[in-house]
């Protein structure tokens, strides 16, 4: 019996993976665990490993090629047997899957016949489950990575993996937003009509370059636009001194290399303490109740070559300055060298953005739904401040911009937030006090 | 009617003989079968005729192989007598496919449809209106064959007698029902269940012929059943008999022999009329038994009792096939 | 065709078997002088005297027993019982007896018996007199449990049971012997075993038997006037159950109610869901409703008894749930 190979979701919120590399050729032995091929998501490049033994009779996704999760790429089985039957179906569908989803001219809308997230937008999406977001898992268990748990009818979940139909893009109209038939044939009916926008006057060839979107890239876009369009976000700023915590920063550095931290360190530090005691910050809204987390999961925002990914730092505020320092430098490692799992970047309650590094003075970041807020961290700067005696004096000091989902955090819950944050940061001792 | 007493003794030798064999056969198989289950060869439920083999040896020998012997789940004697092989018998009581029911039913559920024996039933008095039933459909073809149905007498108390002996007495059914009274319902006394000390009275509610008989006196049980069985023969009239008898061990296996709801002092006593041995006395003063012909027929039985144990332990336990085999049998058209 | 009531069905299968084959005999209550409590076994003991048409004392175990017994030795009986409430005293017969006589000797004595009568509620015969038992006898191996719910059906399965050569639990109606539907004259057998699609339609799947069968059919002429065209099975025999059928149908329409009569808790309706969930659960895309009388036992009072019964109200109201419609 031969084994079917599929685009495998190998993320939680993977709709499409473009097959990289193929590891092995048609004809080669391979046994149950071998790696297949490699595949970049949305979030990184992952391994499709072979669930069955035999010979690779077939590859049927050509390397390079784009398709939506569930697509036959492949099929194994024995040296003889037939499979006319099983690759018969796949050529067509293959065929118009490899497309490549790049946009043709900047000012057509992208269009793929994979992510229907792309068709008209059905009624307004239910929470949608983020890439840092434990959305239904219970408070007390470990940090549940897997992402919310779409409510649908077999059959609809059966016909959303036949045409490719996002579930997590859906909001059903079934009792308590059940997912079911009619809406998985809504969709497919709107996604196959067709959409064609007449493009602008033609700009000549060499005035510009295409570059496809990658998976990350297509991520980041679809997901921060849904993000800053339905949320009423406002925006608080606050400067925040340094010195104290330059104090401790020299002080740690004399005690030798191993405890050196940095000035983001010690802010991760201070905002993971500052949501611990502000709970109603540390939150998720859930579209009819917000959740207010009690363990603290930063996500840390890492600029890659391909993209921003916020992997988190777990229970961060039950960890010391050394251990925050350390596992802050690994997964940003991690992160650049796109080798993170869906488990290190999933799951935070509350994320962190920091710029500092590149000048910019201030800036807002864009909410990471579901949570309520994300904290934009500036650079810092010498700037000159009136001292004690009255006279002027030089201090470090730093701006920070906290954007907050009205929904769920007013002005004064959020100014409380950065009243703490300021004061641990402010008086670094209180860390340890 | 007043127990009959009158022995047999008319010089019919080799009748004696048969009965005698019959008697000894069922003992020292029972004997057999209690060591088996005490080697854990026999599982469940398991009910010695161990002190009544008198009654089943009075009746059935009368019967014809046409005619219908049901009984409860105290069978094995009664198996044998009505001539059911005891190779096929241990079998079934060690649950291999040899056994008469194919290891299907077990000591209380031994059948032989060869034989007529139409089991061996588990409810207590639920095979009474089946006998009835017996009766009804030799009635229906316009037979003469007879149905015999033996029971407890704490079966006596139960609805379904009661509804099975009115429609026997009212229809006029050829079925001799025979209420073996050892006494105990269990662990109960009839004088603690029954409302009438006089079992075969009964008989009398449903216009029905009945008699008392002494249960240990092989002949009398023998001269009381030839009777019953020509009235249902020839008339199609049922007869109730209160056989009072006794057995020498528990109600089943896992019954202590006394000491429980019986004194040892009161099983000694009946054990002092061990039917066995009152027709061995019998036979003795006749001049038709020594020494010699009992050991011969007692070293005969022990072989053929050895015999059927080792049969039945080389005979495999039915297959996991056999779990789902009839359960219905297949329609033959539709 | 000719239109004969579901009384009369019965009446000429009867008649027919009992002509076809000398072994197969009617006892019950009634039976005989009285023409039937029902009237179903009107005439037959005119035609086919006293021994073969038997009048009983009220015995239900005693003459159940009797059955038994005379079906071992290789007779036919058909054993009427004059509701199947009073049969409940019978159960030691039926299923301790019946069920079991062939398994447990080895398959040497099969009994060809058929158990008949009337099933379920009437009109306020309050609550000793109005159960519906198939859910009790279902669930035993070694019976075949048979519901027919038109003239039809009950013609063509009763002489299918007194030939199957099986214990058969054959559930009739009072409600149902006044109905009419056509017959044909010539004779004719239906295989237990068999559902029989009553209606089709794509949008949900009504699963149902016996009295239901009406009330299944009436919510189905209904709802297509609303547009809303559903798949009616009549499951005809319940053991065995033509899950074949079930499956077709729901996986056709994607969505199912059961109308039952009896109770709720370990009703037949629950191992209808239990089949359908197992083998069509892709094709779901809701979940499996049951229509089923109130948990209680039948109260005599008229406006409280209606409302302890599944109806044709709560059929469709349980449809357009299955198929997310407002009400």
Redesign the interface.
Known sequence: MATKVFMEALSPTMEEGRLVKWNKNEGDAVKHGDVLAEVETDKAVMELVARGDGILRARLVAEGAAVPVGTLVGVIGTKDEDISALTAGAAASATSAVTPSAPAAAATPPTNAGAAASAPTPPPAAPVAASGSPTLAPAQSAASLSPARTIASPLARKLAGDKGVDLNAIHGSGPGGRIVKRDIEAIAAAASAPGAVAPPRKAAAGDYEDVPLTMIRKTIARRLAESIGPIPTFYLTAEIDLSRAAEMRAAAAELGDAYKVSFNDIILKATATALSQHPEVNAHWLGDHIRLHNRVHLGMAVATDDGLIVPVIFDANEKGLGAISKESKELAKKARERKLKPEEYTGSTFSVSNLGMMQIDQFTAIINPPEVGILAIGAIEDKVAVAADGGFEVRKKLRVTMSCDHRAVDGAVGAKFLQTLRRLIENPLLLVH | MAPKKKPETNGNAALHKELLHHMLMQRRFEEKVAEAYALGKIGGFCHLYIGQEAVSTGILPLLRDDD?V?TTYRDHGQALVRGMSPRSVMAELFGRVD???????GSM?L???NVNF??????VG???????????????RGGDQV?VCFMGEAAVNN??F???L??AG?WKLPVVFVIENNKYGMGTAESRSSSTKEMYKRGDTYSMANALVDGQDVFAVREAAAAAIERARTSYEATLLEVRTYRFVGHSMSDAVSGTYRTKAELEEYMKRDPINLLKATMTAAGELDDAALQAMEAEIAAVVQDAWDFADASPEPPLEALY?????E???? | MPVITYRDALNQALREEMHNDDRVFLMGEEVGQYNGAYKVSKGLLEEFGEQRVVDTPITELGFAGVGVGAAMVGLRPVIEFMTWNFALLALDQVVNAAAKMLYMSGGQFPMPIVFRGPNGAALQLSAQHSQAWESWLAHIPGLKVVAPGTPYDAKGLLKSSIRDGNPIVFLEGEMLYNTKGEVPEEPYLIPLGKADLKREGSDCSIITSGKMVLVAMNAADQLAKEGIKVDVVDLRTIRPMDTEAIYASVRKTNRAVVVEEGWEICGIGAQVVDFIQRDCFDALDAPVLRVHQADVPMPYAKAIEKAAKPDVPKTIAAVKKVMYLEA
Do not use: Q, W
Request: aromatic residues 10%; proline residues 2%.
């Open positions: 219908y049901i056994g008469c029911s194919k290891g299907k039913g559920h059948f032989d449809r139409m089991g061996g039933h588990g409810i639920g095979h009474v209106p089946i006998a009835a039933g017996f009766g009804f459909a030799i009635k229906y149905a609805g379904a009661h509804e099975a009115n429609m009212l085999e009839d359960v219905l049998v329609t033959a058209s539709s």
